[in-house]
């Protein structure tokens, strides 16, 4: 035997390629010939040993292909005899043929002849068990679809010129489709099951939206054909599935290709959808008149729309999808629907436009009437339309972009919440597509209420404790929900569509707008780009800002808009309070009716459990209301001051001084309103003076309530007289400079109180600091200096003594404080106006005497000079001295005499000067005794 079937061997002989071919044909014609006994018992030795070998080694000669496939066809044939007289017969090596003629469908070198007659073995030998296996009809059907429509475009692209041979091509690619056809057909009888047709419809799929209308045609050709021979063939029984699963997901191909431009392509597209909608009413148990009556309205559709004799072809796109929302709607089940929208939206990457405007179309007329029953699914769905919505943005298609937007706002009506979180988990910043779908949500105003509070609601923290989150290294990291939502609302409020909506809800958002900002001081953002790997870096602080302009411009306040600046911006809680402070000043002179809704909506987040950097940034801006007198309107400031009032006792040092920084606004209030607050504002006062924490603190109460002293009411200032000089008296020695200039501008501001039996009250407690303010009078510190001499010349008005007033109100401290002292202790020999008045100013002097004795070990040489020249001047007065005064005028002595030996040679220069006043006077003190 091996000398005769060595021939299968190819050899360098030129009868090789005719004595293999005849050959084969023998084999063909003797099987075709022989009964079924001799089949059988030849059958291992027909296929192994003739068949078997010539199949597989036949690549490259197209006579052999040809006479090994019909050969393969032939027998086949003839092996149904066996099959039918005896049904145990199982074909030898039936995988391993079909598999090698697989192989010579996928091979491109092969002519179309060759393909049609495997085609027609295939036909053959999968009619003969063993069944094939699911893979192998899969790796079939694939092979036999690239072989037709490939062969179908080739020749499209490539007409004949010659007639005959274009003619004798279309008869063999006709051919080669109704051996196609038939092959299909005995796949579905063999297997007729879901699985079947839904192999046919995925391996037909990719061709379906092929831009070439041949591709499309033939496609839908095929298709309907398997759908024609399932719907009649189809049977039920217990057991089988009660649902034709594929049947959704083919009806969006489908109305794709029902909006076709090519005529042909819709009409058996059409007919399609027509055996789907019969197919899926036997699974579901309907009566047939019932789904004709549906399949009535795509006849008359049909005849209506894609007859050439009455609208010459032209496609009528909107009567289309009407007619096809009306049937679907109809006649798909509630299981299928969420299965027919997923079909429909990966419809929209078609190649042909008008079928991508048909099936938004159909999509949005069953997303609107049966919506709700995919609640739970619509996040999933909306994110598929966005991304499908990303790629149709390069392409012509891209028009239509607003109405896949407007489908994905009609989700929103019926799953709000699920659509806004899908699109806030796209990537920042946001893309074209996601800003048109934000921009349609913005055309439903009952829609944008909703999403507002959701973007409010999860803007707050995201899912989490906070909208930022500390990463290891200690950076500030913005969630990207929380700022997603910002980017929303920015988005939503630019579109200018929202004015009435906005203003609704202004107090809300601009509350949670300035705590955002808040939040994300000192905060980063990275995002990486998926398509990229770019990493993209994002300012928080800055996009809160944005959306707080736009909330403004929103509402048509562009002048209040321009006060926020973005640009060359850092996230800092210093200049959010400066913008702020700018955004305050401008709605008091613009858009003063906003005002109240502003501090409503922060009152709650200054004197709760907010974060600290929360409550700092809306102590602030109720302070400058405050000082913006609260617009003028007398009830909103005594509620904002009543807040502030509270927040004095925050635990946060920079939000107690921003407090008593807005109470200077009490000058503002009504008569009856400071009777009111008067009480508190001055206990806070004292707590703000007490503050030892905070320098600042401290420094702010004491300059507020030097301003606002004068606005209180006497009784209360009176009654609290003692108490404020206790708490305040230790700044004035022993602080900065800014300290002591509040506290001597506190002592000159209430002589507004001296009048009545309250001007000895007065004057008594200033004698306890008229020292230390005179020695302070010539200080480098200028408002120190001012603020002695200012206080200074008022003591001078009250103690009787107007022309030192009038020397003090022209007195420079340049002329150095000898000069002072000596007009000062002159004018008060000469000052006139009776005993009580002298006297009182000399035992304001004389008691300053021991309070400035400490001065001589200053560490400011100027206050140890000072202090020379000040108690020298008054202890020199012989008249003004008494006999008992050996001890504090030996003090005086003693302190000047060792400040001969001081560091400092101006301090010695001035010892030296006045020591010879000092023991003279104790010259005469000593003879008197």
């Not at 309070?577 to 987040?605: D, E, F, N, Y």
Request: proline share 3%; charged share 20%.
């Amino acid at each position: 035997s091996s000398s005769f079937f060595g021939i299968f061997q190819r050899s360098a002989d030129e009868g090789y390629e005719k004595k293999l071919t005849t050959i084969l044909y023998c084999v063909g014609q003797a099987a075709q010939n022989a009964d079924a006994i001799q089949l059988e018992k030849y059958a291992d030795k027909i296929v192994g040993e003739f068949l078997g070998p010539s199949i597989a080694s036949c690549q490259g000669c197209e006579k052999i292909e040809a006479a090994v496939l019909t050969a393969i066809s032939q027998v086949a044939v003839s092996f149904e005899k066996v099959h039918k007289e005896k049904t145990t017969f199982v074909m030898p090596q039936h995988d391993g043929l079909v598999n090698a003629i697989i192989t010579v469908l996928q091979d491109n070198q092969v002519s179309l002849s060759s393909k049609q007659l495997a085609l027609i073995a295939l036909t053959n030998l999968i009619q003969l068990p063993p069944a094939i296996s699911q893979s192998t009809r899969c790796c079939m059907l694939k092979a036999s679809f690239n072989t037709l429509f490939n062969s179908f475009l080739e020749a499209d692209s490539c007409k004949h010129e010659d007639y005959t041979s274009a003619r004798e091509l279309d008869q063999k690619l006709t051919s080669i489709g109704d051996s196609l056809h038939i092959l299909i057909k005995e796949l579905l009888r063999q297997d007729m099951e879901q699985s079947t047709i839904d192999e046919i419809f995925t391996m037909l799929e990719t061709w379906l939206r092929l831009d070439q209308s041949l591709s499309r045609e033939l496609s839908v050709t095929i298709l309907r054909g398997a759908l024609e021979v399932y719907s009649k063939n189809v049977k039920l029984g217990v057991g089988s599935p009660s649902n034709f699963t594929p049947g959704p997901y083919m009806i969006g191909a489908i109305v794709a290709r029902c909006h076709d431009p090519a005529l042909t392509v819709r009409k058996t597209a059409l007919g399609c959808l027509q055996f789907v909608l019969r197919i899926l009413g036997i699974y579901n148990g309907l009566a047939p008149e019932t789904v004709e009556n549906s399949i009535e309205q795509l006849n008359a559709l049909n005849e209506r729309c894609n007859n050439i004799n009455i609208n010459h072809g032209k496609l009528d796109g909107p009567a289309i999808s009407e007619t096809l929302v009306s049937v679907l709607n109809e006649r798909i089940q509630h299981h299928h629907v969420l299965t027919l929208l997923d079909s429909l939206g990966d419809a929209l990457l078609d190649s042909q436009a008008s079928s991508v405007a048909g099936c938004i179309a159909v999509f949005e007329g069953i997303a609107n009437a049966r919506g709700s029953e995919i609640f739970q699914n619509i996040p999933g769905l909306a994110s598929k339309l966005h991304f499908k919505m990303t790629v149709m943005a390069g392409d012509e298609t891209s028009d239509y972009l607003p109405r896949v937007a407007a489908n994905i706002k009609h989700l929103g009506v019926h799953n709000c919440r699920g659509v806004v979180t899908s699109l806030l988990r796209t990537e920042l910043p946001f893309d074209r597509a996601c800003k048109l779908i934000w921009g349609q949500i913005a055309e439903d105003m009952k829609l944008s209420q909703d999403v507002f509070d959701i973007l409010l609601e999860l803007g707050a923290g995201g899912g989490s404790d906070q909208p930022v989150r500390m990463l290891p290294s200690g950076q500030m990291m913005a969630e990207h929900i929380s700022l997603a939502s910002i980017c929303a609302l920015t988005t939503l409020m630019d579109t200018h569509k929202l004015e009435s909506l906005c203003r609704q809800e202004f107090g809300r958002l601009f509350s949670h707008l300035v705590t955002m900002a808040a939040h994300f001081v000192n905060a980063k953002f990275e995002n990486r780009r998926s398509e990229t790997g770019s990493v993209i870096t994002l300012s928080p602080f800055i996009v809160g800002l944005e959306a707080l302009r736009s909330l403004f411009s929103a509402i048509n306040c562009v002048v209040v808009a321009h006060e926020i600046k973005t640009e060359h911006t850092l996230g800092t809680i210093f200049n959010l309070r400066q913008i702020m402070t700018r955004v305050v000043k401008s709605v008091v002179l613009h858009a003063g009716h906003l005002l109240q809704m502003c501090v409503s909506s922060l009152l709650p987040l200054s004197n709760g459990n907010t974060p600290d950097h929360v409550r700092e940034i809306s102590i602030s801006i109720l302070a400058d209301v405050a000082k913006e007198k609260g617009g003028g309107d007398r009830v909103l400031l005594t509620s904002v001051l009543t807040s502030l009032l509270r927040a004095v006792s925050d635990p946060l040092p920079k939000a107690r001084e921003l407090a008593l920084e807005g109470l200077i606004g009490l000058q503002h209030c009504t008569m009856s309103d400071i009777d009111t607050l008067a009480e508190n504002a001055l206990n806070a006062f004292i707590v703000g003076i007490e503050d030892e924490k905070s320098a600042d603190v401290s420094l702010t109460a004491l300059r507020v309530l030097s301003q606002v002293i004068v606005f209180l009411p006497r009784t209360v200032v009176e009654n609290s007289l003692d108490l404020i000089s206790f708490k305040v008296r230790p700044y004035l020695e022993m602080s900065s400079n800014d300290h002591r200039a509040a506290v001597v501008r506190l002592y000159g501001r209430l002589s507004k109180f001296a009048e009545d039996g309250f001007k000895t009250q007065y004057l008594d407690l200033c004698q306890t600091v008229i020292g230390p303010i005179l020695l302070y009078s010539n200080c480098a510190h200028n408002p120190t200096s001012n603020a002695c001499l200012e206080t200074l010349e008022t003591i001078a008005n009250l103690a009787g003594h107007p022309i030192l007033a009038d020397y003090l109100a022209k007195y420079k401290i340049s002329k150095g404080f000898e000069q002072l002292m000596e007009k000062a202790v002159v004018l008060q020999e000469e000052g006139g106006g009776g005993d009580y008045v002298a006297n009182t100013f000399l035992n304001m002097l004389e008691t300053s005497v021991g309070q400035c004795l400490g001065y001589f070990r200053s560490t400011n040489p100027s206050l140890r000079k000072n202090a020379v020249i000040f108690l020298s001047k008054v202890v020199c007065q012989e008249k003004e001295l008494q006999v008992g005064d050996e001890e504090l005028f030996s003090s005086v002595l003693g302190g000047t005499i060792d400040l001969l030996k001081d560091p400092d040679i101006e301090v010695r220069k001035t010892a030296a000067l006045y020591i010879g006043d000092l023991v003279t006077l104790q010259a005469k003190l000593q003879a008197n005794i």
